[in-house]
């Protein structure tokens, strides 16, 4: 552990050398053995969300987001192995929006892996994305550890494809978030057959790392933070010792154990979403181990974006949130109670007051 | 004619047609064709809220607020640490417009203000009022 922590902190200084700011929109994920040679890293960019406006303009912001995640990745040392992409590189799923997003993510050194989003798959069904990215569900192994990429934001057929009038309209319909003509997200028979047949070849005791878009479990379904299997995918995947899920799509922080399965989110490098208890219509389910992200402040564009550590001790994920504007967040898996928890505010009394979200 | 112009038409007629009755006095159906009134402005600052016209780079505001949440009307007036002083909400509507927008502020009486307040408040409906609260 402490050759890991001094990466970290060689890692900070690093960055702080090179002027680069305090913060990355970016995780990066490290994953510890017993065998401090077998340690790895990868680095997780999410959720840029690139927004065409109209012939050469793109939304500012939202570019800048991505650019500077891609910036700093570059920047990471130790060199990460792979980079992941979490999902939604686009807002509408438009050609020229995900052709741009490829274009600033072609800055990035080493391979990089990518999650399907809604954003990207409902105007075309992925098939543009299918070209520059490729399959829209894999699994890879990489130093001793069991990949899986999910496809999560597919929904019922006839949602899809008996609906609605034009392509672009399903896309609309889906990407606003809070639209009852929206449809719950879902893995599908297809891939939870897949999965399964692809989970059997590996051993129950491989560290198995799940990416999906949407959380693999059900939070609150108004704004899909969804899965509408999620309970028969987590089934497939208690056998195993140590699994976790890692999930784009909420914006913002979030973490639970469910059994074997440990669940975190990574932030997006586009905007925060408000955590769904500050819906005050809303029913919902935010994993009560949960200690929210710091409420965001809206002049700053880039508030309450962040990037993580994830480092992998023994098979379960440690996260090491660092956020512009704010103390950084460790989530750690604690061994004894075998859950997530935030090694500063996980105790309710040591809470501060721009955590309580209303 | 606008929407809104036929809406305020309506509402003169519907005034008209019960002019006779007293002042102090109100019956169920006045009630409730005030409450749809309200609901049809409240339907309009949705459509706003939702809508990419707002501005001019296509964002919408329930991109970051969905269901307006993270807004807290009942919160206004209060002090905005941003602007350095207590502001209705209105003012910091035209922050959004303007910035993350990139649009034009709306004048404090505007229908289109109008609407979206309306909006942005009825999905806090039940919530307590807590005017200054952070």
Redesign the interface.
């Known amino acids: 552990m402490s050759t890991i922590n001094n990466s970290r902190r060689n890692f900070i200084k690093t960055a702080g050398t090179l002027a680069i700011g305090t913060t990355l929109p970016i995780s990066l994920v490290e994953l510890a053995f017993a065998e401090s040679s077998q340690n790895f890293t990868f680095a997780y960019i999410s959720d840029a969300h690139i927004?065409?406006?109209k012939d050469n303009?793109f939304?500012?912001?939202w570019d800048r987001g991505l650019i500077r995640a891609v910036a700093e990745t570059n920047l990471l040392t130790p060199k990460p192995d792979f980079v992941m992409f979490g999902g939604d590189l686009a807002q509408l799923g438009s050609k020229p929006e995900l052709d741009h997003g490829a274009e600033i993510l072609s800055a990035l050194h080493g391979n990089v892996h990518y999650v399907m989003g809604e954003h990207d798959y409902y105007l075309d069904l992925g098939e543009y994305w299918g070209k520059l990215f490729g399959p829209q569900y894999y699994s890879f192994d990489h130093k001793g550890v069991h990949f899986v990429v999910l496809n999560s934001i597919k929904t019922y057929d006839d949602w899809t494809f008996k609906r609605w009038p034009t392509a672009e309209q399903r896309m609309l319909e889906m990407a606003?978030?809070?639209?009852p003509n929206g449809s719950p997200f879902m893995v599908g028979e297809e891939q939870r057959v897949w999965l399964k047949d692809d989970l059997d070849k590996i051993d129950k005791d491989t560290p198995v790392v799940v990416f999906s878009h949407s959380p693999l479990q059900k939070i609150y379904k108004?704004?899909n933070f969804w899965t509408e299997d999620a309970d028969q995918v987590q089934a497939l995947l208690q056998p195993f010792s140590k699994v976790s899920v890692i999930y784009g799509h909420v914006h913002q922080i979030q973490y639970n154990q469910i059994g074997n399965i440990s669940f975190n989110s990574v932030m997006a490098t586009a905007?925060?979403?408000?955590y769904?208890q500050?819906?005050?219509?809303?029913e919902q389910y935010l994993p009560k181990l949960t200690v929210p992200m710091n409420?965001?402040?809206?002049?700053f564009d880039r508030d309450a974006t962040g990037w993580q550590f994830i480092n992998m001790a023994n098979g379960n994920l440690d996260l090491n949130y660092t956020l512009y504007n704010n103390t950084s967040r460790i989530v750690r898996y604690n061994t004894d109670k075998k859950r997530p928890e935030d090694v500063a505010y996980q105790d309710e009394k040591a809470r501060i007051?721009p955590q309580t979200?209303? | 004619m606008s929407t809104y112009q036929k809406t305020a038409m309506a509402l003169c007629l519907a005034f008209a047609s019960t002019g006779s009755s007293l002042a102090d006095e109100f019956t169920e159906a006045d009630v409730q064709r005030w409450q749809q009134q309200f609901m049809a402005v409240v339907g309009e600052g949705r459509e706003l809220w939702?809508s990419p016209k707002l501005g001019?780079?296509?964002?919408a505001c329930?991109?970051?607020?969905?269901?307006a949440?993270?807004t807290?009307p009942e919160t206004y007036p209060k002090f905005q640490k941003?602007l350095g002083k207590v502001v209705p909400l209105w003012q910091m509507i035209n922050?959004?417009l303007k910035?993350?927008l990139e649009g034009q502020p709306l004048a404090a009486d505007d229908p289109k203000m109008t609407a979206l307040q309306a909006y942005v408040t009825y999905?806090?409906?039940?919530?307590k009022l807590e005017p200054g609260k952070?």
């Open positions: 927004q065409h406006i303009r939304v500012r912001n606003d978030l809070d639209n108004g704004w905007w925060p979403w408000p769904p500050a819906y005050a219509q809303a409420r965001a402040d809206p002049f007051v979200h209303y | 939702t001019t780079n296509g964002v329930a991109q970051c607020h969905p269901n949440a993270n807290h941003q922050w959004c910035n993350p999905e806090r409906r039940g919530v952070h």
